[in-house]
């Protein structure tokens, strides 16, 4: 019977519009694409080691039986957060550090200190030099090439600035009586070690290293990867010499690397840096220098607002201090010391 008699088919009802026309769904309606990214509550904690042309070694399993390496990648929501040596990262995939394998970083832990430098004095960049250092060893040579105060003094306000305890070692003492170099440092609550050839104190520097994670710096040519290298065997860093023509040394370590330090004693972190030849304080907050001396900073809440704690500094209660005889000895040399990186510091402009 045709329809045209008016019985109506069951399946088809002319009225029905989901089976006369394709109805397409409402586009308000779609659930949106989520930006949310996986929990990964499976992570491992790792140590970025070093980085190498986009892969990092991260070392999984730290002070347990299953401690060891493995290479790994950077997550796509990490493109923009730096990733560098001395990091805790959080690790996804692939962990077993067999050859050809390849993790995921997909996090990083909250870091204890940054230790930063920018191009030049002007350069409000910042380039992140390592993470989560609490020591920072100088290294300067007595001679060859010649002791720069002023380039420590940028060591000394960057270390400060992070909240990084720095120490001071002075290699090729057999050339050079540094004397007259350490005695610009009076004052300063700084740990100092002498070195000559052949005649390292590696115990006494080994003994500073236990329990925490050291970053190395040092101009070019000072000895920097000589100490690493005596320090720990298997570091192998690449040594070189100073240039008689112009005395600067020459660019051996290339890239930042953390290697362990172990002794009877126990064991930490040594941090080799490459060599430089300047140190930028463009990202540097002037009163992180004065906070990391405790007795002075607690007089100069009598200072001023805006008072640079310098000698020709009007109304500063640390000159007035200074003046009355109320630090004696010992706080007036460390007074001269600070405002001395407090210079180094105002000099940048």
């Known amino acids: 019977m045709s329809w045209l008699d008016g019985d109506e088919d069951d399946d088809f009802d002319e009225f029905d519009d989901e089976a006369r026309f394709k109805v397409r769904p409402n586009p308000k309606a779609n659930r949106p694409r989520t930006k949310r990214r996986p929990a990964h509550e499976d992570a491992e904690i790792g140590r970025v080691l070093g980085v190498d042309r986009g892969r ?3 070392l999984v399993g730290e002070n347990t039986p299953d401690e060891h390496a493995i290479t790994a990648a950077r997550a796509r929501e990490l493109r923009r957060t ?13 962990t077993s550090g067999d050859e050809g394998t390849l993790g995921r970083i997909v996090g990083i832990v909250e870091r204890s200190s940054l230790l930063r ?17 609490d020591q920072m060893l100088i290294v300067v040579a007595a001679a060859d090439p010649e002791p720069r105060e002023r380039l420590v003094d940028r060591y000394l306000v960057a270390a400060l600035d992070a909240g990084i305890r720095p120490l001071l070692v002075v290699t090729k003492t057999d050339l050079a009586d540094p004397s007259a170099f350490l005695s610009h440092f009076d004052g300063l609550d700084l740990q100092v070690f002498t070195s000559a050839r052949n005649v390292m104190p590696l115990d006494e520097i080994g003994a500073a290293l236990i329990g925490h994670s050291t970053v190395f710096v040092g101009h070019s040519g000072v000895g ?31 890239s930042t ?5 172990r002794s009877p004693e126990g064991s930490g972190w040594v941090i080799d840096t490459p060599g430089v030849r300047s140190f930028g304080l463009g990202h540097v907050n002037p009163e992180n220098i004065l906070a990391a001396f405790t007795e002075l900073a607690e007089i100069a809440e009598d200072c001023p607002r805006g008072c640079t704690h310098l000698p020709d500094a009007a109304d500063c209660a640390l000159n007035d201090a200074l003046a009355n005889g109320e630090l004696g000895e010992t706080g007036a040399a460390r007074l001269d010391s600070v405002q001395r990186l407090l210079q180094t510091f105002g000099d940048r402009r």
């Open 56 to 58: 990092y070694a991260v």
């Open 82 to 94: 730096p990733i560098v040596t001395g990091d805790l990262a959080r690790v996804v995939g692939d």
């Open 117 to 133: 430098r920018s191009a030049d004095d002007t350069d409000q960049v910042e380039r992140v030099i390592v993470a989560n250092a």
């Open 224 to 254: 920097k990867s000589t100490l690493v290298n005596a320090l720990v065997p298997s570091a192998h860093r690449a040594t070189g010499h100073v240039n008689q023509v112009t005395g600067r040394g020459r660019h051996t370590s290339s």
């Open 257 to 261: 690397v953390s290697l362990r330090y």
